[in-house]
């Protein structure tokens, strides 16, 4: 009788293993790889099977991996650099009270990035003028690699006061500051000039991670000279501590004042938003709607750490140097049920919705809602918000007599109603 053995993952064919090991991090695959010689061989870092096993899993649905830095770079350079780009998908807000004049990214009051072919992309997003829930997306960020690796990060210049004539693209850096703050400035090595790469020593491309600057989310209003003096300060202090650490810092300043000088944009400081609706955080995310002026804003409403609910306006964020008014909170997240009251739902049935010029009828038993939570707001007694079948929500004040119904910037990682021309 022939021994019978279960069969080990020796035994596999090298595609089979290969496949496997692609779900595997980085750190894990380093551990695997000092179980023998073998399997040594097989995750070395030469090895671009199992680095592009590892890549094609993880992003080649999202990015043709094949065509980043013209496919001459390692997967394994390629894996670590794709890693890094992943944190910038998703909406961004501009920081501080900057008016946008001479910035990167303009007055648009959000940024989004997203896969394309070989590079990511940054758009501009801001509200249309015609009256409706669409919204305009302006690409105008490019990032990608070279064919050694190194960051090209390319930005379409938009006319600006006191800039260079037929300067349309600009080299950029993109300075991570831990995982939830992005600085786009105009490249310190390059100023403008297409065609060139960082030097040496990678500058061009900074990673701030290690520095501690308190919550991933910056504070709102934060100066942005006073976020990169403490960073100098930081690096200063633990380089050359004392004296020297002083001189350090104070020669780091004065280059960058320089460099401010001979910049023909302004930096742009980007605070990442978390706006996925959640089962326990159904109001979270971004949204639009047709304020009692007929145009279309943006909101953003999050959950605090009481507890409660907090909705402002995006540009009331972007506009604000010293802090916001929020336009409505709530103490309890709770919900009432339904079925509600005969009294909730006259509240309900004798008010007006705020829609769309163009959607001159609304047949409330469409959307019917499906709960309310009560809110308080800084001029009134507060009101209600009405959350319906599909998810979406409106909300209303006792002061008026109207409900503004809030929609969804983008879902499952797409912009909706997005147009390239806006009238009005």
């Known amino acids: 009788m022939a021994n019978y053995r279960d069969p080990s993952f020796s035994d596999f064919p090298e595609d089979i293993q290969l496949c496997i090991l692609s779900f595997l991090a980085p750190a894990e695959?380093?551990?695997?790889?000092?179980?023998?010689?073998?399997?040594?061989?097989?995750?070395?870092?030469?090895?671009?099977?199992?680095?592009?096993?590892?890549?094609?899993?993880?992003?080649?649905?999202?990015?043709?991996?094949?065509?980043?830095?013209?496919?001459?770079?390692?997967?394994?350079?390629?894996?670590?650099?794709?890693?890094?780009?992943?944190?910038?998908?998703?909406?961004?807000?501009?920081?501080?009270?900057?008016?946008?004049?001479?910035?990167?990214?303009?007055?648009?009051?959000?940024?989004?990035?997203?896969?394309g072919d070989s590079c990511v992309i940054g758009s501009r997003v801001t509200p249309c003028k015609d009256g409706s829930y669409n919204v305009i997306k302006s690409p105008f960020i490019w990032l990608s690699l070279s064919s050694d690796g190194q960051p090209l990060n390319y930005l379409k210049n938009a006319p600006q006061k006191n800039s260079n004539p037929g300067m349309d693209m600009i080299q950029v850096d993109v300075n991570f500051m831990g995982k939830g703050f992005?600085?786009?400035?105009?490249?310190?090595?390059?100023?403008?000039?297409?065609?060139?790469?960082?030097?040496?020593?990678?500058?061009?491309?900074?990673?701030?991670?290690?520095?501690?600057?308190?919550?991933?989310?910056?504070?709102?209003?934060?100066?942005?000279?006073?976020?990169?003096?403490d960073m100098y300060q930081h690096y200063a202090n633990r380089r050359?501590?004392?004296?020297?650490?002083?001189?350090?810092?104070?020669?780091?300043?004065?280059?960058?004042?320089e460099r401010q000088v001979r910049r023909t944009l302004e930096p742009e400081y980007l605070v990442k938003l978390d706006c996925s609706p959640t089962r326990t955080r159904p109001l979270q995310g971004l949204w639009k709607a047709i304020c009692d002026d007929t145009s279309l804003d943006f909101y953003q409403v999050v959950y605090d750490d009481l507890g409660g609910v907090v909705c402002v306006r995006v540009r009331d964020f972007v506009n604000s140097s010293s802090g916001f008014t929020p336009l409505f909170w709530t103490q309890n997240a709770t919900f009432i049920e339904s079925p509600l009251s005969p009294e909730e739902d006259y509240v309900y049935n004798t008010r007006v919705h705020i829609r769309p010029i163009a959607e001159t009828e609304y047949d409330s038993s469409e959307n019917a809602p499906s709960r309310i939570m009560h809110v308080n707001s800084s001029w009134n007694a507060g009101g209600r918000i009405w959350q319906y079948v599909d998810g979406t929500f409106g909300f209303g004040f006792f002061s008026n007599n109207f409900i503004v119904d809030m929609k969804l910037i983008a879902q499952d990682g797409l912009i909706l109603d997005t147009t390239e021309l806006c009238s009005g």
């Open 29 to 115: 695959i380093s551990t695997f790889a000092c179980t023998s010689k073998r399997f040594g061989s097989l995750c070395r870092n030469d090895s671009s099977r199992l680095w592009y096993s590892m890549c094609d899993r993880k992003w080649g649905f999202k990015t043709q991996i094949n065509k980043w830095g013209d496919g001459k770079i390692g997967f394994n350079l390629l894996y670590k650099m794709l890693s890094e780009y992943e944190s910038l998908i998703g909406f961004w807000r501009r920081s501080g009270g900057n008016s946008g004049e001479g910035g990167i990214s303009g007055d648009a009051p959000l940024v989004f990035f997203e896969w």
């Open 182 to 229: 992005v600085v786009l400035e105009e490249s310190n090595w390059n100023y403008g000039k297409l065609g060139s790469s960082p030097d040496a020593n990678g500058n061009g491309y900074k990673n701030f991670d290690n520095v501690v600057m308190g919550s991933s989310e910056m504070e709102i209003g934060s100066p942005p000279d006073q976020i990169m003096s």
């Open 240 to 257: 050359s501590p004392g004296a020297g650490g002083v001189r350090a810092w104070r020669r780091q300043r004065r280059r960058e004042k």
